[in-house]
């Protein structure tokens, strides 16, 4: 049932501790909200600063977004993780150029209906740039809500998410909506934080369930541990005598749908007979290997380096393949592939 004396005491601490100088605050235009909301789905805000405001610089409006090439969205993405969303951006950019003019839908349906815009991110754009009543439900709100009302269970059930749900839209308030959107996720992210969170300062103290109860550290549920598999490959460094890297564009969609990587490999054998084909050098050096985590498996890779005594008819500048120099050419790629590359310039 609605709780008005919730969203008062929440505005009175945002109007004090707000986190009212983030660059999607000011100005909160769709297109600068939407792009801010689509960066923090499951990334920090720190992280997320100098991505957004390099972003900006290179796509200041829709028409500037929608317009470019794919290859150069991605670019401006690279180490951002979860590379669905540059392309969800791109796709969406495209989308509101040809079907509505250039201006944002300013409902929950017409929002959802974008390519990777979930209700959460929905009712967040509705509400801080259009000022409409909407209700939001991120990772920061969902811990909140769950502690508040005395929520048990894991969130991602059908049957918690939405008691969470109607919760969050009873307690939403007609007045100062985008006020109130970013001082609950401001609450969830500086106060009531997964651990140690500080409820000597939080304006809920009095109400909150789990306080009371003393189960702030079981709540919000948490799904049953699963440890992530692992999964192992080789990456093929094939250099040319001018010092050219050998690169393949990942097809999209799919992991890191396109972007530039090197070569990849089930097994030393399958690299071995792919190095010979491609006219390498005998000698292949295996180089330190390493780790990335996605989030269902672990990536155990071994970079191999190999030399090749001239370019070959196989390889093509264009399309899908590609020869690049590490000290001029900087075609966007994944994070692990990246710092590879980038060794090579040593």
């Known amino acids: 049932m609605p709780n008005p004396a919730f969203a008062a005491k929440l505005l009175a601490w945002y109007d004090q501790h707000g986190r009212k100088d983030l660059p999607w605050r000011q100005n909160p235009t769709p297109y600068r909200v939407w792009l801010a909301e689509i960066m923090l789905q499951q990334t920090q805000v720190a992280t997320v600063l100098p991505y957004y405001q390099r972003f900006l610089q290179r796509f200041p409006n829709i028409a500037n977004l929608g317009g470019a090439p794919l290859e150069d969205v991605l670019g401006h993405w690279a180490g951002l993780g979860y590379y669905s969303r540059a392309r969800h951006l791109h796709r969406t950019a495209q989308i509101i150029l040809t079907e509505y003019h250039g201006l944002f839908p300013d409902t929950l349906a017409g929002l959802t209906a974008l390519p990777g815009v979930g209700r959460s991110t929905a009712g967040a754009i509705l509400a801080i740039a259009f000022g409409l009543q909407a209700s939001i439900l991120d990772g920061n709100v969902k811990r909140v809500l769950a ?183 900087n075609p966007p790629m994944p994070t692990p592939i990246q710092r590879l590359y980038n060794q090579l310039r040593e």
């Open 147 to 329: 502690r508040f009302g005395g929520i048990a269970g894991d969130p991602g059930t059908t049957t918690v998410n939405r008691q969470l749900w109607e919760l969050s839209a009873s307690l939403t308030p007609a007045l100062r909506t985008d006020d109130y959107t970013q001082a609950i996720m401001d609450l969830g992210a500086i106060v009531c934080t997964r651990s140690k969170p500080l409820c000597p300062g939080c304006p809920m103290a009095d109400e909150c369930i789990a306080l009371q109860q003393n189960r702030i550290a079981q709540l919000p549920g948490k799904r049953a541990g699963k440890a992530l598999p692992t999964r192992k490959c080789w990456f093929l460094l094939l250099r040319d005598p001018a010092g050219r890297v050998y690169l393949e564009q990942k097809p999209a969609p799919g992991l890191w749908g396109g972007l530039w990587c090197f070569p990849e490999f089930a097994d030393w054998d399958d690299l071995q007979l792919a190095a010979h084909r491609r006219r390498a050098d005998s000698r292949l050096e295996p180089l330190p290997s390493g780790r990335h985590t996605f989030s269902h498996y672990h990536l155990h890779y071994t970079p191999v380096l190999a030399s090749c005594s001239g370019v070959a008819e196989w390889v093509a500048d264009g399309g899908h393949s590609r020869w690049a120099d590490p000290v001029h050419d």
